[in-house]
């Protein structure tokens, strides 16, 4: 499932196509994603300038002229892909469900075998109060985000820490891949406690989530299944992995020898796996 570095690499793919331009065609293949696609979707779009592309955890936020924002989410599967102009079109696969063209001649289109993705028409002014937009935590990037409001979002908390940051409401964006390598990173176990992690741990952890995103974001994202670039380049982060699905590998420096000691393990926390070398993560 798309997190936070692989709905920001599509962001990045999108901007220089989509910001400026017009959408001169828009097309939907069929009424619904995860949900209907709202009244009038093509209609509404057609004609309209993309003003700017934000990103608000796992959502794109596309900003059209005219005070309205067309909300898009992956879902598990759901990818964008970039035809430019000129260059030859591809027949519409089975699952692009939506094509965008812009004034210039780009196609833009949301392919989504699993169609868990879904689209959604907002006036600006509502956005905030968007169903999916209220209640969301800190974006971990921006500067709201610090050792503070952490540790007041975990204090109390008797959840695992690897469940506390699975948590929208306290950070925004983050999923399993994301959450296991910064846990590492953070010489964190997985298991423990959410409030007991406050201080120079709290402090530990801000910042590996930050480099942890930041060098994913570097590396167009992870690609295990479906995600790629706008472009159709794939992810380069899976091959950084420190702990995520290396189940009985050594992590990175680590002087254990994983024949004896059994390496990284794989344990199943609120029925998803969580990876971690538990000589190294406390
Ligand atoms: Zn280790």
Redesign the pocket.
């Known amino acids: 499932m798309p997190e936070l570095p692989e709905v920001e690499t599509v962001r990045l793919g999108l901007l220089p196509v989509l910001v400026g331009h017009r959408l001169a065609t828009v097309t939907q293949a069929r009424p619904d994603l995860r949900f209907p696609l709202p009244p009038r979707f093509a209609d509404r779009l057609r004609g309209r300038r993309v003003d700017a592309l934000q990103r608000r955890a796992k959502y794109l936020l596309i900003h059209l002229e005219g005070q309205l924002v067309l909300l898009a989410h992956l879902g598990m599967s759901g990818r964008f892909y970039v035809v430019g102009a000129g260059q030859p079109l591809p027949p519409a696969a089975p699952h692009d469900h939506v094509t965008f063209v812009t004034d210039v001649g780009v196609t833009i289109r949301y392919c989504d075998p699993r169609r868990f993705g879904f689209m959604d028409l907002v006036p600006t002014a509502d956005l905030l109060h968007h169903p999916r937009l209220t209640g969301l935590g800190a974006e971990p990037l921006e500067d709201g985000f610090d050792a503070r409001t952490l540790e007041q979002g975990l204090a109390g908390r008797m959840t695992s820490i690897k469940a506390a940051l699975l948590d929208q409401r306290l950070v925004a964006g983050l999923g399993n891949i994301y959450v296991c390598e910064s846990l590492f990173h953070a010489g964190l176990s997985p298991r423990r406690l959410a409030g007991s992690v406050h201080g120079q741990r709290a402090a530990r952890l801000v910042g590996t989530i930050r480099s942890v995103l930041a060098d994913a974001i570097r590396s167009g994202g992870s690609s295990l299944r479906d995600h790629r670039h706008p472009s159709g380049e794939l992810g380069t982060f899976q091959h950084g992995f420190a702990v995520y699905g290396r189940a009985g590998l050594?992590?990175p420096?680590?002087t254990?020898d994983p024949g004896r000691?059994g390496?990284?393990q794989r344990i199943v926390q609120g029925g998803r796996s969580t990876f971690f070398?538990p000589?190294?993560q406390r």
Request: with cysteine; hydrophobic share 20%.
């Open positions: 050594a992590c420096g680590c254990c000691t390496g990284i070398c000589r190294r």
